[in-house]
Antibody, heavy 122, light 105 residues
Framework: QVQLVQSGAEVKKPGASVKVSCRAS????????IHWVRQAPGQSLEWMGW????????KYSQEFQGRVTITRDTSASTANMELSSLRSGDTAVYYC???????????????WGQGTQVTVSS | DIQMTQSPSTLSASVGDRVTITCRAS??????LAWYQQKPGKAPKVLIY???TLESGVPSRFSGSGSGTEFTLTISSLQPDDFATYYC????????FGQGTKVEI
């Protein structure tokens, strides 16, 4: 079965960077996109960006452009999301998810990681 | 950016009730809409995609309808396991989520 397993919780100071990993199993990693979505406490879901695990192409939300970098390691079936210049408003649970391509050119998400809590605090 | 507005924000219901949640898009998104269920401390789970296609393994009491700018998620007979928060997501252009509807007892 499809599984996405994320790295553990992180506590960072303002201005620092954080890198969250997402290891996939149960399917051919390079045949799908991996998306990153975050959820601040008590808030809705916010899409951050995605990577085509096959060719490495990325696309980011304008909200995070310049601060987020998504990479992948096909040998390890792992996608990574790095967010820089952290501020308190970045405190959230970060999820990776597998994207299912639609003819619109975009994706819905059929499998999710368990989430990684990132806390930004001085 | 396409904005997604859900209503109501909170819904009080009882086991066995028929429940309807509405999601409106700020512009037409054709049928590129998904619905997710999220329970506290857990990741979202997809229920419906392409507005009305039931994800494999999801109970048939869940159904979705709509196209263009107005969509609904219906639970035909609410079960104890259905008390959760529900989100719509448009994937016509980029991806945006509604603010959520909490279904409570």
């Amino acid at each position: 079965q499809v599984q996405l397993v994320q790295s553990g919780a992180e506590v960072k100071k303002p201005g620092a960077s954080v890198k969250v990993s997402c290891r996939a199993s149960g399917y051919t990693f390079t045949n799908y996109a991996i998306h990153w979505v975050r959820q601040a406490p008590g808030q809705s879901l916010e899409w951050m960006g995605w990577i085509d695990a096959g060719n490495g192409r990325t696309k980011y939300s304008q909200e995070f452009q310049g601060r987020v970098t998504i990479t992948r390691d096909t040998s390890a079936s792992t996608a990574n999301m790095e967010l820089s210049s952290l501020r308190s408003g970045d405190t959230a649970v970060y999820y990776c998810s597998r994207g299912i391509w639609a003819r619109s050119g975009w994706y819905h998400f059929d499998s999710w990681g368990q989430g990684t809590q990132v806390t930004v605090s001085s | 950016d396409i904005q997604m507005t859900q209503s109501p924000s909170t819904l009080s219901a009882s086991v066995g009730d028929r429940v309807t949640i509405t999601c409106r898009a700020s512009q037409s998104i054709s049928s590129w809409l998904a619905w997710y269920q999220q329970k506290p401390g857990k990741a979202p789970k997809v229920l419906i995609y392409k507005a009305s296609t039931l994800e494999s393994g999801v109970p048939s009491r869940f159904s979705g309808s709509g196209s263009g700018t107005e969509f609904t998620l219906t639970i035909s007979s609410l079960q104890p396991d259905d008390f959760a928060t529900y989100y719509c997501q448009q994937y016509n252009s980029y991806s945006t989520f509604g603010q959520g509807t909490k279904v409570e007892i």
